[in-house]
């Protein structure tokens, strides 16, 4: 997944960048993501008080109402938040707000940050250590808990904010001796595999899987999420060709299996135990994953894809098919990595497998955009390869948005690609989708809308994450906006309603004003 570890594919080697940290204020401007008067000051007081609005472009035509439309924020080796370990929790909350703004002035309408880089937390856990990332030295107190302010954030934009976690990966390091003293892997030594210089803990163990699980759920039942995220890091991924040392949990635990079925059945196992868990204690979350781009190649399975890269369920025992077909998670979102036209794993080749994979299945897909490609040579020089890519997931309905890799280069705007997808694609605000099998009875609508002299105002609705307005109606009706706030300036004159949106974008029925 997206961090500095290499995802291979035959003819050709993608690594991951550690991008030098940049941060950008966001500008207001119309059409873009605006803040009220009271934002603009730096003080925690004034970010209390701040309201948001994502307005519609001028003169431009609306995209699709519902639509992902999303960014991976990478805590691990500091390559998106913070910029670097040790900065102070003032300057760390500065840097994750201009991070999100720029964000909102760019269309994106949902994070996926990451909260568990390496079986540590950039949240107060009593299960496991402080991550090294905020402070330089796992396990030392950064003096505040990031999380709730991170989520925060994310809502007070209309994000919506997906705890991301690696469910495996322990240790970056495979010095068990040299972690804080409370890390799991030193108070289980027989839980970790040391391969390759890190270490791992072992998918094969009951107990690995209920420790993750047990992680995860404490997150989703203390903090505000949206959802959980699993990256495409379930075994290895090959490396130096060493063997994965599960020996003896694979003679204990077999029950007859070959060693390759064994393991996707220990993944498949965590997966459908994180999504029970999950949805049981909050039926309104959403679970997701975010796999390596190829299951298969055709030429090991008839139903793989015209693909000849390393295929995620024989190198690293993933099964997305699996977890499709059980209902296990909500969504997909394959990291489609490559360029239209490579050879080994073509992007024009993926996007139709995987809606075929997703079709009728009632599991979400969205599409993960290698950004941080953009620039590093070949087909990413050209500042259209991923607006193409857009272009061509408009041909499937079954995809349902984009996620992109990452929040760095969303904010650098490399070759000014983010603004080419903001002027072509995300010319109007989109609502996030909705997932079949979540909670669907939506929230009262609003009340008292009126106007006065062009702004609409309405009385808020409890429970509201933000407010859709739209200006027509019937066939000529279009979403202009999505608020957090409670009024909306208009633009033009002309018919409008305003609908309440609750936590999953579900929609009350509308009021209506009119405007000149």
């Avoid at 001796?177 to 892997?185: R, S, T």
């Avoid at 002299?453 to 409890?462: A, D, E, K, S």
């Amino acid at each position: 997944m997206p961090d500095c570890d290499s995802h291979r594919v035959r003819g050709g080697q993608v690594k991951r960048p550690l991008i030098a940290a940049v941060t950008v204020a966001a500008t207001a401007s119309a059409g873009a993501y605006l803040l009220v008067p009271e934002a603009s000051g730096s003080s925690s007081a004034a970010l209390e008080r701040a309201s948001y609005v994502t307005a519609a472009k001028k003169d431009l035509c609306p995209a699709a109402k519902r639509q992902m439309r999303g960014m991976w924020i990478a805590t691990t080796q500091n390559i998106d938040w913070p910029s670097k370990a040790g900065l102070s929790p003032a300057t760390q909350r500065a840097e994750y707000v201009k991070m999100l703004d720029t964000a909102a002035s760019r269309g994106i309408n949902a994070v996926f940050v990451q909260v568990r880089p390496a079986s540590d937390a950039i949240y107060r856990s009593s299960l496991e250590p402080w991550s090294q990332y905020l402070t330089g030295k796992a396990g030392k107190n950064p003096g505040w808990d990031p999380l709730p302010f991170l989520i925060s954030e994310a809502h007070k934009r209309g994000m919506e904010f997906h705890a991301w976690f690696n469910p495996y990966r322990a240790a970056y390091s495979d010095n068990i001796a040299a972690l804080p003293a409370n890390h799991p892997a030193r108070q289980h030594p027989g839980w970790v595999v040391k391969h390759e210089g890190r270490l791992y803990y072992n998918p094969g163990l009951p107990s690995v899987r209920d420790h993750v699980t047990k992680v995860i759920m404490d997150v989703v039942n203390r903090y505000d999420i949206d959802g959980v995220h699993f990256d495409d890091y379930f075994y290895p991924y090959p490396g130096q060709g060493t063997k994965f040392n599960d020996t003896a949990a694979f003679n204990k635990y077999r029950d007859g299996r070959s060693l390759a079925d064994w393991r996707r059945a220990n993944v498949n196992q965590l997966v459908a135990q994180v999504d029970r868990a999950v949805h049981r204690a909050k039926p309104y979350l959403k679970f997701g994953i975010s796999p390596f781009g190829i299951w298969r190649n055709k030429s090991n399975d008839p139903t793989g894809s015209r693909t000849t890269g390393m295929s995620a369920y024989d190198a690293i025992y993933a099964d997305p098919k699996a977890w499709i077909k059980a209902g296990t998670v909500d969504y997909l979102t394959p990291q489609l990595y490559w360029n239209r036209g490579f050879a080994a794993a073509d992007y024009d080749v993926l996007v139709p497998w995987w809606a075929n994979a997703v079709k009728g299945s009632g599991v979400d897909l969205y599409i993960g955009q290698g950004l941080y490609q953009i620039g590093t040579g070949g087909a990413w020089n050209r500042p259209n390869e991923i607006p193409s890519h857009l272009a061509v997931n408009k041909r499937y309905p079954e995809v349902k948005g984009d996620v992109y890799f990452s929040a760095k280069q969303v904010v650098q705007n490399p070759l000014k690609v983010m603004t080419r997808i903001d002027e072509e694609y995300y010319r109007r605000p989109a609502l996030l989708p909705l997932i079949k099998g979540l909670p669907t009875k939506p929230l009262g609508p609003v009340k008292n809308l009126r106007n006065a002299g062009g702004t609409l105002t309405w009385t808020g609705v409890p429970g509201a994450r933000a407010y859709a307005v739209y200006r027509g109606s019937g066939n000529s009706c279009e979403l202009v906006a999505v608020t957090t706030r409670s009024s909306f300036q208009t633009r033009a004159n002309g018919s409008y309603q305003v609908t309440s949106l609750d936590r999953l974008y579900n929609e009350s029925t509308p009021a209506a004003a009119r405007v000149g």
